[in-house]
């Protein structure tokens, strides 16, 4: 694989991940999901690390788009980040 093809792909996460934002954001949670399980399909298949706010606001088991006082919690603990989505599952993060 040359490298603009990685580049498209990582362009391709990009925008998916914008998408998905701006779907969570409109109350699109389903839309959301697919736009997040797009973006990790496309990175999965050109090994790309998924950018870390991609990681971050998406919730590792429903896929959920994560979007702080509508679909998430967050709360700060003992220097980390504790996220929790609306289906209960939690992401911790060293604050930053
Ligand atoms: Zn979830």
New binding site residues.
Partial sequence: MDTSDRTIATERVERLHDLAREAARADRQDRAKRYVRLARRVAERHRLTLPTRLRRFT??????Y?VPGRNARVRTRDGHVVVT?????HARYPYD
């Fill in positions: 919730c590792d088991r429903c896929d959920a994560l989505c609306d289906c209960g599952e």
